[in-house]
């Protein structure tokens, strides 16, 4: 279904409405992400750094600073955190002493694994109330809004 603007009145009403649409759709996510953390006593951050390593393999502590959005020494924290909870390894590099290499250790990779199938779990629980028949429409158009955000973002980017 394409969305067909009348004149300029109309741009402006959707725009509202995808502005507030979007803004409450970010507090409604940061609240289903406290919940699930909750569920798996990590907290968000912790959840996000576990769940890009999951990802990634192995990295450094820059890139996940970069990847989180958060300072180095909040990454250190997070690290730290992790380390306590015998979910992580911290190696250094081979070829730069300097360069502390972060990984999942096989306790965190078990623990990454089923903390996926839980948070698949949990979005199938909130997902199925829409019902397969609006689900495909909804992620196709999820998936437009995050390609021309995502290009906008890149576009716009001061990196």
């Known amino acids: 279904m394409e969305l067909i603007i009348k004149d300029a009145n109309d741009i402006d009403k959707y725009t509202r409405m995808i502005v507030e649409l979007t803004y409450e759709l970010e507090k409604s996510c940061q609240k ?20 890009y390593l999951y990802d990634h393999g192995i990295v450094m502590a820059n890139e996940l600073s970069n990847n989180l959005g958060v300072t180095r020494p909040r990454v250190t924290t997070i690290l730290n955190k992790l380390e ?7 190696d250094i590099g081979k070829s730069d002493r300097r360069n502390i290499q972060i990984s999942l250790n096989r306790h965190g990779k078990e623990f990454a694994d089923k903390m996926y199938q839980e948070y698949m ?3 199938k629980e909130i997902l199925k109330v829409i019902g397969k028949d609006k ?7 999820l998936s437009t809004f995050h390609q021309v955000l995502s290009k906008y973002i890149t576009k716009n980017s001061t990196h």
């Open 32 to 51: 289903k992400e406290t919940i699930f953390c909750s569920r798996i006593n990590l907290t968000p951050m912790e959840f996000r750094c576990v769940r």
């Open 121 to 123: 779990s949990f979005h």
């Open 84 to 90: 306590k909870k015998n979910l992580i390894s911290r």
């Open 135 to 141: 689900m495909k429409g909804l992620l196709l158009n």
